[in-house]
């Protein structure tokens, strides 16, 4: 009886470990380790500094559960610099797949919220916008919301107004899209202490 207790608990407690999604599959790819990353996936540049070691140190990452499925993705982006280069690693049948990598656009960039969604932000010609979008299991995204403020004439197209405050593309008050925008975003963005350098 007191065996089948035992291996009832051990059951239960492996279940709950699984469902938390506290395995973490990427510490050997951590350490430049690339035999299960899906090289197609993702730019050769990261790859080469993945594999060398010389410049890991550049790099920061955080563990996260973006699509809700209980098991940790992989984000990596530049110290404190995600318009340099930011991506998105998610681990499934045995293979490291990149989701998302960016390098291309420093005025276009994608960071996390703590809440799981992602926000990408372009910035231009005195523009701001974010989208607000989140993962789903198969790697696709869904936008969930939208900013945009304009508070100076565009120096590109005299005809643009300013200032301007959007919300999901409806125009609101300056105070609603700050409070707004502080609720959603500013107070959601995870902490300069919750990313990890690499060694």
Not at 91 to 118: A, F, H, Q, R, T
Not at 120 to 146: A, C, F, H, V
Not at 149 to 162: F, G, H, K, Q, V
């Amino acid at each position: 009886m007191r065996r089948f207790k035992y291996t009832v608990l051990l059951t239960l407690s492996l279940a709950l470990l699984s469902a938390c999604g506290t395995t973490n599959p990427y510490p050997n790819f951590l350490n430049g380790d690339l035999s299960q990353v899906n090289e197609d996936s993702v730019e050769s540049f990261f790859l080469k500094d993945m594999a060398s070691g010389d410049t890991r140190s550049e790099y920061e990452y955080l563990l996260m559960d973006l699509d809700g499925d209980g098991s940790q993705e992989l984000l990596i982006q530049y110290v404190d610099d995600p318009g340099s280069f930011n991506a998105v690693f998610h681990y499934e049948n045995d293979k490291i797949v990149c989701w998302c990598s960016d390098s291309m656009e420093m005025i276009c960039y994608s960071y996390p919220l703590k809440n799981g969604m992602m926000v990408e932000e372009y910035d231009y010609d005195g523009s701001i916008s974010y989208n607000l979008y989140r993962y789903l299991p198969s790697g696709e995204t869904e936008q969930i919301g939208s900013f945009f403020i304009r508070e100076e004439p565009s120096s590109l197209e005299e005809s643009l107004d300013a200032p301007i405050y959007k919300i999901d593309n409806e125009n609101v008050s300056k105070e609603e899209f700050e409070k707004e925008l502080k609720d959603q975003v500013l107070d959601e963005m995870v902490s300069r202490n919750g990313w990890t350098k690499m060694k």
